[in-house]
């Protein structure tokens, strides 16, 4: 008899055991949602709205600042920007002008680009219909393009719209900085569907000559990152464990819109 009583107690311990598990799996399912395969292609679309690691392109990563980014606070060139550069490569069409100027081309009588490389007699200009712009805009950040203001794409890349149009073309005259060029890092650590929201969560680090900085935008240095930098460049390692305990946390919420997701917010955690 006393056997079979310490087997229906373990029974009843396990049984406890087991309802705990269920409910700490319901409560962590109820909170961040259903995990999503961080490398799927739906993941992997929704990152390449934040920015491209070309951080000559859209002005580098924006949304990855010391503050929460949404639509509202996201300048609108670099919405703009962000939109020309996820655009397929079929819906922009490559035309060349002659020489119209000194080392310029005139598109008409509001728009001027200037010669490909400066110095040659012809301009390489990319046009892009802008209803196809707004339409990608709209899956970006789910709303129609708003204001229709020239945009660069990188230093001396700009963007103008003229009647149903943007031109795209060579700047008759940019600056660029130069220094030491930041180095970015990040990684997905992983992703969530909770109701109609996909939330993808990443480590980020940007590293400019030597220190560590905790955002792109406004960052603080991070010391005890920057103290465990080699002194070269190359001797860098910077891997998924680096990433986890000297990078920044980011939360990336993104709302459904019919069969698609549009991007809604990034935040440091």
């Known amino acids: 008899m006393e056997k079979t009583k310490i087997k229906k107690k373990d029974i009843i311990v396990i ?8 409910i700490i799996f319901l409560a962590i399912f109820l909170f961040k949602g259903q995990k999503l395969d961080a490398n799927s292609t739906l993941i992997n679309n929704l990152y390449n709205y ?14 990855y600042s010391n503050e929460e980014i949404n639509y509202e606070n996201l300048d609108n ?51 892009i219909k802008k209803e196809d712009l707004n339409n990608k805009y709209k899956e970006i950040f789910g709303n129609d393009i708003d204001e229709e203001s020239e945009f660069s794409i990188n230093y001396n890349t700009i963007c103008h719209s003229d009647e149903d149009n943007y031109y795209c073309g060579l700047a008759e005259t940019y600056t660029k900085t130069f220094g030491s060029e930041p180095h970015t890092y990040r990684v997905i650590r992983d992703a969530y569907k909770k109701g109609d929201e996909v939330i993808i969560y990443d480590y980020f680090l940007k590293i400019v000559n030597g220190e560590c900085y905790n955002s792109y935008v406004n960052g603080t240095t991070n010391n005890n990152c920057t103290n465990e930098l080699p002194e070269e460049e190359e001797d860098y390692n910077i891997d998924y464990d680096f990433l986890k305990k000297y990078g920044t946390l980011y939360k990336h919420t993104f709302k459904q819109s019919g069969d698609t997701y549009y991007w809604v917010s990034s935040i440091p955690e």
């Open 50 to 63: 934040l920015g491209s690691n070309d951080l000559e392109t859209c002005e580098g990563l924006q949304v």
């Open 77 to 127: 060139e670099i919405r703009l920007c962000t939109a020309y550069r996820l655009l397929d490569s079929n819906l922009i069409n490559k035309e060349e002008y002659e020489e119209t100027g000194e080392e310029t081309c005139s598109i008409n009588d509001n728009i001027t680009y200037a010669t490909d490389n400066y110095d040659s007699d012809k301009c390489s200009v990319n046009v």
């Open 15 to 22: 049984e406890i055991i087991v309802i705990v598990l269920i």
